[in-house]
């Protein structure tokens, strides 16, 4: 029986001479989810643009359901029956979740189909809902679901085309444990109805639970296809990058020792100028790593920029070692030896217009090894440029590369390279390791690990609880703007206990400190 879909020998060369994709052999057997894995700019995303008409091929043959096709667009490819799950949702906020599902495909009615049925709308999508058993109340809105319905209402979107191959890129990101469960119920019970997933993933873990097969590209070549209950972690691993990746983060314990951030009774608004964070109170001590748990949408992003001046508290305190920092600016801020890994890299984090020396050098032009008078110090940038590019693998031509040129993942090492740079007493890390692949995850923890054992304090926030699990020495659970629980990261505490935590599930009285 042939495969369902086949791509032979895929070439991708960019007119600035990248080549993304080397030959890349790609096949999927219908009613399998398989997993697809990469190091960052091991040509994934390229193929699954190829796939889908995003990009066009230099050269290769794709063949789906027995036919050679060339889509000319992601229109030819939803008709052909192929659908796509963004890593970042494109639900529009202020529309029902019907009025998402069934956008630029509305059900019509009248003479020339000018008016909209709405009887046909709900029929169809209550089918859908009920069919698929993907749970999720349709007249809501899209803006005030939990992040795991949105996930589904994404998903009932490509089914509402007629997707029977279904393309998901990083599915669970931002999920709990529990949601992350329902999730890959709804994937099989998918695959039992006759559909096939792609899942595009980081998480090894996750790829040995869900998935029948995996293939592993690295450097724009198609390493290998494993049948998954035959191969391990260790070995798609070592396909990945080349070498052998240490899973566990190796720590001491933590030897805490003065306050270095105190936050008391923190309030802040967030852009609608609703409450978003509510009378939050914590303190982060030198030598330790303070983890903040949450579903994405709790508060944890107005926590950060509150801290770091991108907000403005309404009330509360927030003191740096001696330093009120409430309401001082950015500038201000960033003159302590304060570092910040943003959550959004392309927005917050990097000027995508200017070189990677550039970015790396924007918190550094004003030391004196840099400059002489007011001239900056050409040839001594670009040595630092490249020994940070190094040391932190960022896979660039060179230098002078335009930040906006790097995949997200080498982006986001330019990121953590220029922070962690500047051996800040207090790190302020949101989200370090987003998008980035499992040698540069390993590296960038053995980092925040070296920064805390030096002394620096650590206030860390992630979606990914077994990064918080792994690198935290307390946790934070932040829900609906509160810290809902204060623990102590023992052997004891499992994911599953957090996430009732993140759910609302379960309280606990919280100190202040």
């Not at 600035?16 to 890349?24: D, F, I, M, S």
């Not at 609703?274 to 914590?282: K, L």
């Not at 900056?376 to 230098?399: H, N, P, T, W, Y």
Request: aromatic share 4%; with cysteine.
């Amino acid at each position: 029986m042939p495969a369902l879909l086949e791509m032979k020998s895929i070439h991708k060369v960019y007119p600035n001479g990248t080549v993304a994709n080397r030959g890349v052999d790609f096949s999927v057997e219908e009613g399998e989810i398989h997993a697809l894995v990469g190091e960052n700019g091991a040509g994934k995303s390229t193929l699954m643009k190829i796939l889908f008409g995003l990009e066009a091929p230099t050269r290769g043959s794709i063949s789906f359901k027995g036919q050679s096709v060339s889509f000319q667009g992601p229109r030819d490819a939803i008709k052909h029956g192929m659908g796509m799950v963004h890593q970042h949702f494109m639900l529009a906020p202020s529309l029902t979740v019907s009025e998402n599902i069934v956008l630029g495909e509305e059900p019509a009615k009248g003479v020339l189909s000018l008016f909209r049925d709405r009887a046909k709308e709900q029929e169809r999508v209550a089918g859908l809902i009920r069919d698929y058993g993907l749970k999720v109340d349709p007249e809501a809105r899209a803006d005030t679901i939990p992040v795991g319905q949105k996930q589904r209402v994404e998903i009932l979107k490509v089914l509402y085309r007629g997707a029977k191959l279904i393309i998901l890129d990083e599915p669970t990101a931002v999920l709990t444990p529990q949601e992350t469960d329902e999730l890959f119920d709804s994937l099989k019970s998918l695959v039992r109805q006759g559909h096939t997933i792609i899942f595009i993933t980081h998480k090894l873990r996750e790829v040995m639970q869900i998935s029948h097969r995996v293939t592993v590209l690295r450097g724009g070549q198609s390493i290998a296809t494993l049948v998954t209950k035959e191969t391990h972690q260790e070995e798609i691993s070592r396909l990945m990058v080349g070498r052998e990746v240490l899973f566990r983060v190796q720590k001491t314990p933590a030897r805490p020792e003065e306050t270095v951030l105190s936050v008391r009774g923190l309030a802040a608004l967030d852009d609608k100028g609703v409450p978003a964070i509510r009378q939050v109170s914590f303190r982060v001590r030198a030598g330790e790593i303070l983890g903040i748990a949450g579903v994405e949408g709790n508060g944890q992003t107005q926590l950060v920029e509150t801290i770091t001046g991108l907000r403005r508290a309404v009330s509360g305190e927030i003191r740096y070692l001696d330093q009120e920092l409430r309401n001082l600016s950015v500038a201000q801020i960033r003159a302590f030896q304060i570092g910040h890994i943003p959550e959004d890299r392309q927005t917050s984090g990097a000027c995508l217009t200017s070189t990677i020396a550039d970015n790396l050098m924007l918190d550094h032009y004003r030391n004196p090894g840099f400059k002489i008078g007011p001239l900056l110090r050409k040839k001594k940038i670009r040595q630092f440029a490249k020994s940070a590019m190094e040391m932190f693998d960022v896979r660039a031509a060179s230098e002078q590369t335009m930040a906006g040129a790097l995949s997200g993942g080498n982006l986001q090492k330019v990121v953590v390279a220029r922070e962690l740079s500047k051996n800040p007493k207090l790190l302020v890390a949101s989200q370090p390791t987003r998008g980035v692949d499992i040698g540069a995850i390993e590296f960038i923890h053995r980092e925040i690990i070296k920064r805390r054992d030096a002394g620096a304090a650590v206030l860390l926030v992630s979606a990914e609880l077994s990064e918080i699990m792994a690198l935290s020495d307390r946790i934070a659970v932040l829900y609906n703007g509160e810290i809902v629980a204060l623990l102590d990261n023992t052997p004891d505490l499992t994911e599953q206990e957090l996430g009732y935590y993140m759910l609302g599930i379960k309280t606990q009285e919280v100190a202040s400190q």
